[in-house]
């Protein structure tokens, strides 16, 4: 059978998905987990809990999983899920509000009204309690260090994989069609990008090179950082500030001056970058490995031959090769200390259970036999989980296990690109830079940060698209220099940097 009949075949069945990774973890979730708790006399113990999606449509309150979560930890979910859109401002209305649920879902700690609340006493401190459940503390001990606050456990952290995120893509069958080697440095990426843009591989007229979508990376490539703050010399330092940022827009101005990215790409949304990658009109963009393929798997039915592969690294002018490391965690959930103490630790079982193998299992793929069955290690699903939104856009956001190949896979994915995926992600766990600020906060950037990112960002825009000199950018930087409140920003993540470091 040849490439494209395989992924004909492929594309005719209703999915086949990943490895169980994590069947040989030797713990057994049955001992552990709240599941010892069915057939007790109790009532199920209500939980009122706030969390995000990130998929087209929540799980109903009649969800079959819901009721499945119910059933094995004895509880009663009332789950108000919110948009990822719309996440932050809802979640801002309720900290203020003072009308808490049993359990709030964060994006992080650093939340601003969130930390004056833990500071005023408003949430459980689980330090004290955590040693209990054995499935949360399987995690990465870097994921707890992370998520503290003032050297104590507050939340408990919905884990995600180190490797495995936002990364650049690339359409292998474009470079095979025209001759071309995968790019490994940014000035290879920019020529295939022209190349791309020249030969319109897939006869669109108007094709693109690069989407532009996360164009962030490229600045990160630039200054071999994970984020905007790098250690150099045991301290932190902002990379706006440095020479190689500068470098990274006119690398920026450059794909736009040559019509290499999309003219306006500065007000596109998700969708339409999903769109533009997903017609053939663009041969680079970035996604995680997991949520690029389902949007592949679609593209598939319309063109078997797409093949879009993650690339393992990029390097800049002058640098080795550069890839990202992700927080190893999406997010946070805290109790408030209205709680009583005994449904604290309900909740705490509960979130147990989600991170044991079979509380995973559950979130991820649903009810064997409803949802999906095994054959040889993998599970295989069926329409039911996709009509019940299971997966990491929905349950997932709550209930994980630590499984360092999650972003390698998708529903859908077929053996042989799961271990690719693995392969690819086990290179990249062999170069890839943490990300030193995480959880660390300035009082400072809680009240101005906003501003000062809105300005940086507006004019990287307008330098990038040619609408101001680059000139424009070095006064930017020396007023930056300059500005009292913008250095007391560094010089307050200099110091909660050092506190981490002292606390070790």
């Given amino acids: 059978m040849n490439k494209s009949s395989r992924k004909h075949a492929l594309i005719a069945m209703l999915s086949v998905v990943a490895v169980l990774t994590a069947a040989c973890s030797g713990s057994n979730p049955a001992a552990t987990a709240p599941k010892g708790e069915e057939g007790k006399k109790e009532a199920p113990v209500t939980l009122n809990i706030f969390s995000n999606f990130s998929i087209a449509q929540p799980p109903s309150p009649d969800n079959p999983v819901t009721k499945e979560f119910e059933k094995r930890t004895n509880t009663k979910l009332n789950i108000t899920w919110v948009s990822d859109t719309v996440f932050n401002d809802k979640l801002n209305v309720l900290l203020a509000s003072g009308d808490l649920p049993d359990a709030i879902k964060l994006p992080d700690t650093t939340v601003p009204q969130f930390l004056t609340m833990v500071k005023q006493g408003a949430f459980w401190d689980l330090t004290p309690y955590l040693k209990d459940y054995k499935n949360l503390m399987d995690s990465?001990?870097?994921?707890?260090?992370?998520?503290?606050?003032?050297?104590?456990?507050?939340?408990?952290?919905?884990?995600?994989?180190?490797?495995?995120?936002?990364?650049?893509?690339?359409?292998?069958?474009?470079?095979?069609?025209?001759?071309?080697?995968?790019?490994?440095?940014?000035?290879?990426?920019?020529?295939?990008?022209?190349?791309?843009?020249?030969?319109?591989?897939?006869?669109?007229?108007?094709?693109?090179?690069?989407?532009?979508?996360?164009?962030?990376?490229?600045?990160?490539?630039?200054?071999?950082?994970?984020?905007?703050?790098?250690?150099?010399?045991?301290?932190?330092?902002?990379?706006?500030l440095e020479p190689a940022m500068r470098e990274s827009l006119l690398y920026k101005k450059k794909l736009f001056d040559e019509q290499l990215i999309p003219p306006d790409y500065s007000v596109m949304k998700n969708d339409d970058w999903v769109d533009m990658a997903s017609?053939?009109?663009?041969?680079?963009?970035?996604?995680?490995?997991?949520?690029?393929?389902?949007?592949?798997?679609?593209?598939?039915?319309?063109?078997?031959?797409?093949?879009?592969?993650?690339?393992?690294?990029?390097?800049?002018?002058?640098?080795?090769?550069?890839?990202?490391?992700?927080?190893?965690?999406?997010?946070?959930?805290?109790?408030?200390?209205?709680?009583?103490?005994?449904?604290?630790?309900?909740?705490?079982?509960?979130?147990?259970?989600?991170?044991?193998?079979?509380?995973?299992?559950?979130?991820?793929?649903?009810?064997?036999?409803?949802?999906?069955?095994?054959?040889?290690?993998?599970?295989?699903?069926?329409e039911q989980s996709v009509k019940d939104n299971l997966g990491t856009g929905s349950f997932g956001k709550l209930f994980m296990k630590h499984d360092p190949y999650m972003y390698a896979f998708a529903p859908g994915m077929p053996k042989e690109i799961f271990e690719k995926n693995k392969k690819i992600i086990d290179e990249k766990a062999k170069i890839s830079t943490p990300i030193p600020?995480?959880?660390?906060?300035?009082?400072?950037?809680?009240?101005?940060?906003?501003?000062?990112?809105?300005?940086?960002?507006?004019?990287?825009?307008?330098?990038?698209?040619?609408?101001?000199?680059?000139?424009?950018?070095?006064?930017?930087?020396?007023?930056?220099?300059?500005?009292?409140?913008?250095?007391?920003?560094?010089?307050?993540?200099?110091?909660?940097?050092?506190?981490?470091l002292a606390a070790k």
Wanted: charge should be positive; avoid cysteine.
């Fill in 437 to 500: 600020v995480i959880g660390l906060v300035s009082e400072t950037n809680n009240k101005l940060g906003a501003d000062y990112t809105k300005k940086i960002n507006d004019m990287k825009t307008q330098v990038t698209m040619g609408k101001v000199g680059i000139d424009a950018w070095d006064k930017l930087v020396a007023d930056l220099k300059a500005d009292a409140n913008y250095q007391k920003i560094i010089q307050e993540m200099n110091a909660a940097y050092k506190e981490r």
């Fill in 279 to 382: 017609s053939g009109k663009v041969g680079v963009t970035t996604e995680t490995i997991e949520a690029m393929w389902r949007w592949t798997y679609d593209q598939w039915k319309r063109d078997p031959k797409v093949n879009w592969e993650p690339i393992v690294s990029l390097s800049g002018p002058g640098t080795g090769p550069f890839q990202q490391q992700n927080s190893g965690f999406i997010g946070v959930t805290a109790i408030p200390k209205s709680v009583p103490e005994a449904k604290m630790r309900k909740i705490l079982a509960l979130l147990d259970y989600g991170a044991s193998t079979e509380g995973s299992t559950l979130s991820q793929y649903g009810i064997e036999g409803v949802h999906y069955k095994k054959e040889d290690g993998f599970f295989v699903t069926n």
């Fill in 140 to 240: 990465p001990k870097s994921m707890w260090e992370n998520s503290k606050i003032g050297g104590k456990n507050y939340v408990v952290p919905i884990v995600r994989p180190l490797e495995g995120g936002t990364t650049f893509f690339i359409r292998k069958d474009w470079l095979d069609k025209l001759g071309l080697k995968m790019p490994t440095t940014l000035d290879e990426l920019y020529q295939v990008m022209k190349v791309f843009k020249e030969k319109e591989p897939d006869g669109k007229k108007g094709t693109y090179g690069y989407t532009m979508r996360t164009n962030d990376q490229i600045e990160f490539i630039y200054n071999t950082a994970s984020s905007k703050w790098k250690v150099k010399d045991g301290g932190l330092i902002d990379i706006t």
